[in-house]
């Protein structure tokens, strides 16, 4: 990442839309994909050394390390899949704004994931909703939305529905914008 962009920048016009103050490296989406599936194809990690790698990129300084890991994330196969998803309430507070949360809930992992270990998700999900940090609040509505688009799933659509009733009386964009997500999916 460094390498291929230099000098990372701050306090852009698209840091406040991203609504982040961390700093972000000049490399677009289309690049950052572009390295990321081909390494996770020829790379030899088992799950804990992904986990690693991943807990790595989250806790970066950047923008970019930390969007990285979501793209990661997706592309990585059903053999890297099968952690315990607690680990989302360790790397969450490490992002900041729709970006970054997104980037990370978002997706084929999650499609996949979150049907498969309902149980477990379901107390983390309901545990994110109630969090005093407002992009913890908003994983727990957007990591809904790539499961329930892919397949019916009554038990997460009900606890989709108990955190859009927790959370519908907020004010703040990001939460507004991820219920409706949830409602659409």
Not at 13 to 23: A, I, K
Not at 35 to 47: G, H, T, V
Not at 58 to 84: D, R
Request: charged share 20%.
């Amino acid at each position: 990442i460094q390498a291929l962009s230099g000098k990372p920048t701050q306090h852009t016009f698209l840091n406040n839309y991203l609504g982040t103050e961390h700093p972000r490296y000049a490399i677009d989406n289309p690049t950052m994909r572009a390295l990321a599936k081909p390494f996770i194809k020829q790379s030899p990690m088992n799950e804990r050394s992904f986990l690693a790698l991943l807990t790595s990129l989250i806790k970066g300084k950047s923008f970019t390390e930390k969007v990285m890991a979501g793209f990661l994330l997706a592309y990585a196969g059903k053999n890297l899949w099968a952690f315990n998803p607690v680990i989302f309430t360790r790397w969450l507070p490490h992002l900041q704004g729709w970006a970054e949360v997104d980037t990370l809930c978002t997706g084929k992992y999650a499609a996949y994931a979150i049907p498969r270990q309902f149980n477990q998700w379901k107390k983390v999900l309901s545990t994110l909703s109630k969090s005093q940090q407002l992009e913890e609040r908003r994983a727990s509505l957007v990591l809904c939305c790539s499961p329930l688009r892919k397949q019916q799933h009554d038990a997460l659509l009900n606890v989709a529905f108990r955190n859009i009733l927790r959370l519908k009386s907020e004010k703040e964009v990001m939460i507004t914008k991820a219920i409706s997500w949830v409602l659409r999916s």
